[in-house]
């Protein structure tokens, strides 16, 4: 491992997490996958390891370490080839914990953030709607204020963790002749009258649970806002850089992954009397398909380590999601030619990986809109500033 980058610690983390998820994950994975369901033991056995609570303060029980074991964390669940598990735990941990941590009071962060922690309850970031996700200041959400309770109306689709999580992170218009600042961040408990999901099928990420979700007059308590209202959406911008990183992350990994598999079959596999890894125009392949990924990881890991040390990163994630999900999209379809038709069996990683990989363009703002915002800082030297 880079030692730039990472300690013996760090190594020693990576080998127990990957000990562990052997161990109590792997051997459930092809159940989860097929029944859209994680049950709920591993996530108690998460807590209990304090993974949920990597980078989280002590005093609500997480073990406040630097931003690396995050990075292992997120590289190793891509290493077990369950996009939608991986996607659960980091989705709970770094979509809807975070928002808890950053903008919960200190009474949600007792009641919400240090049972998140210990993986006695579950949350969902819903900010997508069914009208559409890239244009979030144009939600239609509306939260109403009436008395010492708001009354939340509306609908939110594709959000992981939305039918088995036990709470909401859910974004709505407290204002709605205005669009970004009229946006504000609630926590909903999950039997709420008036909350209901429906579960959505989907191409992969199977393991995972993504629903289509309404409220319906559902009516909490005001102390339920989180931060300040009217300023939902530069939360919602602000904790998007790290969701981007975390995608970009996720996305150099299991590229990395594919290419380790491919290699050892490439090893094995004769063709024409010889081993696949001794043709020349499967190792320039294997060359090109390794400098990209090299190149991604570096990336990555430069923009962990400002992350790490404080610096508001958003042009950077962009790129990172941007070019990272294009280049594991890339990646995995070669890989999976590299195994010719062993490579299209669902019997072989190949095969789910494709799937759970193109998610990577689409989730957490499209490569179109990350487009978008690079455009607007490298072109217009529009700057983004981080909220409190
Ligand atoms: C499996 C899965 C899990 C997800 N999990 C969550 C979650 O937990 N929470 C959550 O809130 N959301 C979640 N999402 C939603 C995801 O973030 C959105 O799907 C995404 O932001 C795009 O929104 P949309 O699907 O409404 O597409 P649209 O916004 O309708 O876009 C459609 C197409 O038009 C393009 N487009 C839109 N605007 C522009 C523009 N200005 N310029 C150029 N092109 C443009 C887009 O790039 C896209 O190609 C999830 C999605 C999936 C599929």
């Given at each position: 491992m880079n030692s730039m980058y990472f300690t013996e610690e760090h190594n020693a983390f990576r080998q127990s997490f990957q000990d562990f998820l052997q161990k109590e994950v792997v051997p459930h994975i092809d159940k989860w996958e097929e029944t859209g369901t994680i049950e709920r033991f591993i996530w108690k056995k998460f807590g209990e390891m304090g993974y949920f609570g990597l980078n989280s303060p002590?005093?609500?029980g997480g073990l406040q370490l630097d931003f690396f074991y995050t990075v292992i964390f997120l590289e190793e669940l891509q290493k077990i080839n369950s996009g939608g598990f991986a996607a659960a735990m980091w989705a709970h941990a770094y979509l809807a914990m975070s928002h808890v941590e950053k903008e919960g009071s200190e009474r949600i962060k007792t009641a919400y953030l240090t049972p998140s922690i210990h993986g006695e309850k579950i949350g969902c970031l819903c900010i997508?709607?069914?009208?559409?996700?890239?244009?979030?200041?144009?939600?239609?959400?509306?939260?109403?204020?009436?008395?010492?309770?708001y009354v939340i109306n509306g609908s939110k689709t594709f959000i992981t963790n939305g039918v088995y999580s036990d709470y909401l992170v859910v974004a709505a218009k407290t204002?709605?002749?205005?669009?970004?600042?009229?946006?504000?961040?609630?926590?909903?408990?999950?039997?709420t009258l008036g909350v209901?999901?429906?579960?959505?099928?989907?191409?992969?990420?199977?393991?995972?649970?993504?629903a289509e979700i309404a409220f319906d007059n559902v009516v909490i308590p005001a102390d339920n806002l989180m931060g300040e209202e009217g300023k939902g959406f530069s939360y919602i911008m602000s904790r998007f850089a790290l969701e981007r990183l975390v995608m970009g992350i996720n996305a150099h990994a299991r590229a990395e992954y594919a290419l380790e598999y491919a290699l050892q079959y490439m090893s094995e596999r004769q063709a024409f009397g010889k081993t696949l890894n001794k043709f020349q125009a499967l190792r320039h392949k294997v060359a090109d398909l390794a400098s990209e990924v090299e190149m991604c990881k570096e990336f990555n890991y430069s923009i962990a380590k400002r992350l790490n040390e404080g610096q508001y990163i958003v042009k950077e994630a962009s790129m990172s999601k941007l070019l990272s999900t294009k280049i594991a999209d890339?990646?995995?379809?070669?890989?999976?030619?590299l195994l010719g038709g062993y490579g299209y069996m669902e019997d072989y990683p190949m095969a789910r990986l494709l799937r759970?990989?193109?998610?990577?363009?689409?989730?957490?703002?499209?490569?179109?809109?990350?487009?978008?915002?690079?455009?607007k800082i490298v072109i217009d030297k529009k700057e983004y500033k981080q909220s409190k």
């Open positions: 002590e005093e609500y997508t709607e069914p009208f559409g996700g890239s244009d979030v200041a144009g939600m239609r959400t509306t939260a109403v204020k009436k008395g010492d309770t204002d709605t002749t205005s669009r970004d600042k009229g946006m504000s961040i609630f926590i909903i408990d999950r039997d209901s999901a429906t579960k959505l099928n989907k191409l992969g990420w199977k393991a995972s649970d993504t890339t990646v995995i379809n070669e890989c999976l030619q759970d990989s193109r998610l990577g363009p689409i989730g957490g703002g499209t490569s179109e809109i990350l487009r978008e915002i690079i455009a």
